[in-house]
């Protein structure tokens, strides 16, 4: 069974940094890792994803302010945000993906206060 699960999320000052932490438990090698973000009475949408092969693609919103991150061997993604904004509140989720399944965890919080 795996589990993702995420750490590092909380309130912070507009223009502060968060770094949000998923780790997943197995040996599953998944094809690619992200962040999506689900903001109240919103869709989750994705904010960036990262392959197996190192590729980052990331949505205009937090081009430029936020960078995926992955260690494959731990089975780890992180995602360094900075210049934070309170457009980025949000409940963030880690997701993994192989060809046969797509996980989720639970989520953290993540409040941007102005």
């Known amino acids: 069974q795996v589990q993702l699960v995420e750490s590092g999320g909380g309130l912070v000052q507009a223009g502060g940094s968060l770094r949000l932490s998923c780790v997943a438990s197995?040996?599953?090698?998944?094809?690619?890792m992200a962040w999506y973000r689900q903001a109240p009475g919103k869709q989750r949408d994705l904010i960036a994803q990262i392959t197996s092969g190192g590729s980052t693609n990331y949505a205009d919103s937090v081009k430029g302010r936020f960078i995926i991150s992955r260690d494959s061997a731990k089975n780890t993604v992180d995602l360094q945000m900075t210049s934070l904004k309170p457009e980025d509140t949000a409940v963030y989720y880690c997701?993994?993906?192989?060809?046969?399944?797509?996980?989720w965890g639970q989520g953290t919080q993540v409040t941007v206060s102005s």
């Open positions: 997701n993994a993906r192989t060809i046969f399944k797509i996980y």
């Open positions: 197995g040996s599953i090698s998944f094809s690619a």
